[in-house]
């Protein structure tokens, strides 16, 4: 693919329209061109797929599953482009036949399968694991409709369905002769063998078919493509209503069929969840029952070796414990259909599995209610019930100290199956997510798990690919960086700290500050067609872009900019370097406060953008639908990340990367992997502010944190809350209601008000190292410089080589 030149690809692209489109150029949509483009992307990739397959299978490399019940792929075609190493071909020849690429490449649905950081991450593995020449797979749902899409319509967020397959998607294959049947409800039948060993039978079960549609993961200029292979439900159901009888059960049928589909219908949009369904848990058992039969069916295809030597060949990577029931599941199929006892089939499947846990939120911590579960998959919670007696057991006997431990320990406890505890003890890895998140695992919530099983416990900081993130969606930076130290960071991130030796080169920094402005203007103008809104490019970027929670803190960002707009009011001549506030988040559907936070960002944003006395200085800028395309369109614009989580609560964040690397200051708390940046660039290269995990940890635990007391003697605190509860951003006085009490009232959970004051100087500091261009852009090639750290490839390099032990091909 190398030689191909923009001219050969016009050519490819003028023949193909005629052939598939039946149109010449002057017809041509940018739709059919982008069908047009996909299409030969497809052709190169899927040579290159059959190779690799081909490869892992007859040199039986050991390989990694990676399952999730997200994967927040985002569009495709600019980023299969460019790991093909056509992308600035394709632009070219895009451009000579009179296209704009922006508008070709945005004809692509977003794919939206998922709700935040832990889908992105999922996706960005899948980059770096083919990029790296790593056999390793992703395995979820094709769910028919993604997170939903958001529309503001009078400031409120107002949810409408994603169905992003109403176009063909030009990337999915779908794959037949892989479908497998799974089980749902049913009876248990156990007989006794004649050589004593139990044997269960099932009757009466619901059966639904699972269809993989597979999606190429394209290596970067390398020859590697690996699969992302998505289950879709479907019924076993024939269609014949040749008499009465038959057609009712047509009817019957359709009413079933039309359940059975539901299953990959909705991905659920709560990623802190707040209520579990039945059908969230059909859908868990779904996804990993169809990967494991797929997993065993491939293992035995290519490998002649007996089951018990599983673990020589697979490695299977559960994406927090939304998939754990794998681990059941790999039990019940080596029991019940390959004959193993219960001690051969665990040793088996506990070295199979490896968890990752993402979240320490006690409400996010998943559990299910034991009878739904029993009912719904009888055999499965036999042997989880099983897998807990013989647990329970264990630390009886073994470990007499830690008997009182037994409650908080047990998988089934009060009724409720407890999937992290599952998780940890079905698998030989338990890692966290950033080095403060894995302490706190070990040290808080965890702990007598670690205590038990310390060698389990490993930290994996999360990463991003700078492909998709720096070199995609930032090509000008990319190109600047390539111009001062040459092409090799591309390959090996990390010698991305050669900037350091060019950041105080005056020359090199007035280039950097020309691309972050280009890309300023380029935004301003999305923002100026999108809202109407006008925005200064010169003024601060501000940023806070990601799903709305309160541990996010959205509302210490927004009290913060009524503080500045009431300080305008006050007086009105005030010297403010013009800031534009941008914010993108969308709010789970049943999350009440989270909705009344946007309601409020976009209330404040219709009274300070429009109040002549702001003179421009301020601007609040919502932007709707956030999802991987507007990421891709905002940070390399950013100035300021906010990253301003209560400390303890964000396990790692990966947007706080995405913006280092793309020249963003962070200005944040001590929480998650802003500790790991902290700990490269230091105090002189970024923001902290406010109270530190183990003071937030202490709060919780001894209390002595009044609220109140702040709203009494902090006059800007007071002002706020009072402008809040007495309906001066709002319609009427009740609107924002909920917002004052949960603060006075149930005492400000996450420390908004306690953490106010040193966030106002944080961001006063902030303003007036802006003003020293020189120092500000130091600061900013600094970040990029030593952001190759938390390149995915760095992460993915770690899990292959201390979990997976899975070599490159
Ligand atoms: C990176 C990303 C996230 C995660 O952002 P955080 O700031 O880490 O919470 C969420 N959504 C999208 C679309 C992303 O690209």
Redesign the pocket.
Known sequence: MKELTANTLKEQILKKLITDKGRDVKEATSKDIYYVLASIVNEEVKQRWFQTRKKYKDEKYKEVYYLSMEF?IGRLLESNLLNCGMLEEAKEALEQIGFDYVEVFAQEHDAGLGN??LG?LAACFLDSLASLNYPGHGFGIRYRYGLFEQRIIHGNQVELPDYWLTDPYPWETRKEEEAVVIQFHGDVHMHKRNDGALEFEYQNTDKVMAVPYDIPVVGYENDTVNTLRLWSAESIFQNNTDTLEEHKQFYRDLDHEHSIEQISGFLYPDDSSYEGKELRLKQQYFLVSASIQNILKHFKLNNKMSLRHLAEKVVIQINDTHPSLAIPELMRILMDEEGFSWEKAWKVTTNVFAYTNHTTLSEALETWSMEMMQNLLPRIYMIIDEINERFCKGIWFDHEELREKIPELAIIAHDRVHMARLAIVGSFSVNGVARIHTEILKKQEMKTFYNLFPDKFNNKTNG?THRRWLLQANPKMADLITDVIGPQWIKRPKQLISLLKHSNDSALLEKFDQVKHENKKVLANYIHQHLGITVDERSIFDVQ???LHEY?RQLLNIFHVIYLYNELKENPNQDMTPRTFIFGAKAAPSYHLAKEVIKLINTVASIVNYDPVVKDRLKVIFMEN???SL?EKIIPAADISE?ISTASKEAS????M?MMMNGALTLGTMDGANIEIHDLVGDQNMFIFGLTADEVLNYYQHGGYHARDIYNTDDRVKRILDQLNQGEFGAHNIEFKDIYYNILYHNDPYFVLKDFEAYLETHELAERAYRDRMTWLNMSVTNIAYSGKFSSDQTIQEYATDIWKIKRV
């Not at 964040?653 to 706080?656: A, I, K, L, W």
């Open positions: 927040l935040g950081g992105r991003i872009i990601k799903r996010k956030y999802n991987v990421a990253q964040g990966t947007g706080n995405k």
